[in-house]
């Protein structure tokens, strides 16, 4: 029972050009949402969230869309640099903060 | 450098044997939790502490425990070790169980990788 999907394993994008990275999720109960940014052998790196009241939250090059009605929300980075190749992974958030993370998309930014 | 320590960083063992696996959380952070990464299941949440209290369980083997000591750091125990178990496993910490406010979010260690023979 996957919670949280990323249905895209891997995306390979321009240099300066944007990375969209998507997830859908089922349980009507996560109110919040975050995603990971995760070098091998490393932890995941904590990049932007969002609460379920809003629908957008920025942070510099970094943008978290949020559809509540879809079930599903979108990481977009613009520019993408080649720093940014890694593995994004998409959490979800119930009570107590536990975390149902997605499979992860391997994003690859080309230069 | 998330602030959240682990060690062993590598560890190698033989199948039936018992491991513990160490974490220290953020300054100040009074949430731990434990999360498996496995080729075949992905990243799992394991069990969760609050100032030295279980608050909230996941995929965790009866094989599994887990404490948080008074000093906040935590111990994940593995015993009856199976091939199976080979995986990344992560502490991380947050400084609040509950709501996240600006600047307040979970704080991923670098993980322990548990190697099973």
């Known amino acids: 029972d996957q919670q949280v999907k990323q249905n895209s394993p891997s995306l390979s994008v321009q240099e300066g050009r944007i990375s969209i990275l998507n997830c859908d999720y089922t349980n009507s109960m996560f109110d919040y949402f975050l995603w990971y940014k995760k070098y091998p052998a490393e932890g995941p790196t904590f990049l932007i969230s969002i609460s379920s009241i809003k629908d957008k939250n920025e942070d510099g090059r970094f943008t978290v869309f949020l559809n509540k009605s879809a079930k599903h929300l979108s990481l977009h980075i613009v520019p993408s640099q080649p720093g940014d190749s890694a593995v994004y992974f998409c959490a979800a958030s119930g009570a107590w903060r536990q975390l149902t993370f997605g499979s992860g998309t391997q994003l690859t930014v080309l230069p | 450098d998330s602030g959240v320590t682990q060690t062993p960083k590598h560890l190698i063992t033989a199948t039936g044997q018992r491991v513990t696996l160490r974490c220290s959380p953020r300054?100040?952070?009074?949430?731990v939790y434990w999360y498996q990464q496995s080729l075949d299941q992905g990243l799992q949440f394991l069990i969760q502490y609050y100032n030295g209290e279980e608050r909230a369980k996941g995929n965790i083997l009866e094989r599994f425990s887990a404490q948080q000591f008074p000093d906040l750091h935590s111990e994940l125990n593995l015993s009856s070790l199976e091939l199976g178990d080979s995986a990344l496993y992560f502490c991380a910490s947050s400084e609040s169980p509950t709501g996240f406010t600006s600047g307040n979010t979970i704080y991923f260690g670098e993980g322990s990788w548990l190697t099973v023979v």
């Open positions: 300054s100040g952070d009074l949430s």
